[in-house]
């Protein structure tokens, strides 16, 4: 977990003397929606108060590439830059991880590929303003190896952000679509973590309460933006499956949505969501149990019969995911057949990239092909 977390409103103001102390010069990583929106003008107005100089490199339009973390160290170093400081979605927090990483590493990024970055760098302020990659208290970034299409998984626990700064007055200004995919998002890394191989008691205690939350709260942030209370529950579980799958990892979801993010340029969120019901459908029976749990656990289900719970489980997925108008797969490919033929490779790099192996149902390649292709057929 990040070392300081602040949570709840007025959080940034409540962090600002402790970002103080981590340097004289910040590197903003961060978006043009951010700027403007009037986001990056709050956090450098009160850099201002404290006398905290600050450069702002806003180039982070889109999922981030290589490219882009290769001109925010450019320009990282030419201005002197001692610490960094994101606000923004997944990509500027990813992003800003990537940059300082970069800072200690001599060689092109993709070399970092299956190692773990474990350097001293410099301090890192997480501010996210979606609530739903949790990447303000992860140990991993996804940036896209544009010459080979590939999202790359990048991990190591120096890229555990130093600050974590949950406000929820940041979600207010995400528009529909964005809350309902980054939302998904944050429920899959709930799940996956808590039915992972590698799940563990406190980090289930943390997707428990996430999914809890998300369930209960999400529906009201897609349908009444401007509702605080909401927001903030959703905020903090954003960052509570964060923690979840920082410490028990994600699973066949994630794994099967980087190749569509990476061949498609489809948002990380979005491409979880499309893949969610199916994903867990296929791995459902040895999990059944813990399907049941989760049931229980968020009011979705008063059976005490597991095969039962899960079945409302299941309902009440597909409600949510109805309610907040989540497309399918179909729907978001504008070619189903380029989409089919590039099944084999995206299952392939799926299954390389780790993560279905961390699903307690044995998933192989040909596994993963059947599931796309029953989205798409």
């Known amino acids: 977990m990040p070392s300081n977390v602040f949570s709840g409103s007025n959080a940034l103001n409540d962090a600002i003397s402790s970002i103080k102390e981590l340097g004289s010069h910040a590197l903003i990583v961060t978006d043009n929606m951010m700027v403007q929106l009037g986001n990056v003008a709050k956090l450098t107005s009160l850099l201002d108060e404290v006398h905290v100089n600050y450069t702002v490199y806003s180039d982070i339009n889109g999922e981030p590439t290589d490219t882009m973390i290769e001109n925010g160290l450019k320009c990282y170093n030419e201005n002197q830059c001692d610490f960094l400081i994101a606000i ?7 992003s800003m991880k990537a940059i300082a990483m970069m800072t200690k590493v001599d060689a092109p990024i ?16 997480a501010i ?10 992860t140990m991993f970034t996804i ?3 544009t010459k080979n299409d590939v999202k790359m998984l990048l991990k190591g626990s120096s890229l555990i952000p130093d600050i974590a700064i949950i406000d929820p007055m940041f979600t207010m200004t995400a528009p529909k679509s964005v809350t309902a995919a980054t939302g998904i998002d944050a429920l899959c890394h709930a799940i996956e973590a808590y039915t992972s191989k590698k799940a563990q008691p406190l980090a289930s205690t943390f997707a428990l309460s996430a999914i809890d939350k998300i369930f209960k709260a999400l529906p009201t942030c897609y349908n009444e933006p401007q509702n605080e209370e909401a927001r903030a529950a959703m905020a903090l579980a954003a960052f509570e499956a964060g923690c ?27 491409s979880n969501a499309v893949l969610l019901e199916a994903c867990m ?3 459902k029976e040895p999990i059944s149990d813990k399907l049941a ?13 597991d095969k039962q719970a899960t079945e ?15 497309p399918e797969l179909k729907a978001i490919i504008p070619d189903h057949e380029l989409f089919k033929t590039l099944i084999p490779k995206m299952s392939s790099d799926a299954y390389i990239s780790g993560s279905p192996s961390n699903t307690v149902y044995p998933v192989s390649v040909e596994d993963m092909q059947k599931i796309y292709h029953s989205l798409i057929d």
Do not use: C, W, Y
Request: charged share 15%.
């Open 281 to 283: 459908q296929f791995v």
């Open 128 to 137: 996210p303003t979606t609530a739903g990659t949790g990447s303000e208290a």
């Open 110 to 125: 993709n070399t970092m590929m299956g190692k773990n970055f474990v350097e001293d760098r410099p301090a890192l302020v």
């Open 244 to 270: 979840a799958f920082n410490n028990s990892s994600v699973t066949i979801i994630h794994g099967m949505s980087r190749p569509i993010g990476a061949n498609f340029h489809i948002a990380h969120g979005l």
């Open 88 to 94: 923004g979605g997944g990509s500027p927090l990813d």
């Open 143 to 145: 940036i896209t190896d």
């Open 293 to 305: 749990e989760i049931a229980r656990f968020s009011g979705l289900s008063s059976s005490a019969d």
């Open 312 to 326: 409302d489980f299941f309902t009440a997925l597909h409600q949510l995911l109805h309610e907040l108008n989540i």
